[in-house]
């Protein structure tokens, strides 16, 4: 199927925003889990998102970006829903991600 330029963006944008809200909503899925079997999470969203932001000249700061992926402040979200890493969440972070321990 052939998609013009402007209708494929549109449907990136649709896909982001799913994803994005049913993140929102599982809230019980860990970021550490996410690194570990997905290799990106919601920082990494986040992170994804103010990169295209600063690509596009857009005033976006880290915590802007933050919130739009989290719906709230990341510290209160952290405080909220982010538990204890786990001994063995670690020891996967370092065998998957040895950069980000």
């Not at 990136?12 to 994005?20: I, K």
């Not at 290799?39 to 915590?63: H, I, M, P, T, Y």
Request: aromatic share 6%; charged share 30%.
């Amino acid at each position: 199927m052939a998609i013009d330029d402007k209708t494929r963006t549109e449907l990136e944008a649709a896909a982001f925003r799913r994803l994005v809200d049913h993140l929102k909503r599982r809230t019980d899925v860990q970021n550490i889990d996410l690194m570990n079997l997905a290799g990106f999470c919601r920082n990494c969203l986040s992170n994804w998102l103010k990169d295209a932001a600063d690509a596009k000249g857009v005033a976006l700061s880290k915590d802007e970006s933050r919130e739009a992926v989290y719906g709230m402040p990341y510290e209160t979200w952290k405080s909220k829903y982010q538990g204890t890493a786990t001994p063995g969440q670690l020891e996967a972070m370092k065998k998957v991600h040895p950069h980000n321990h």
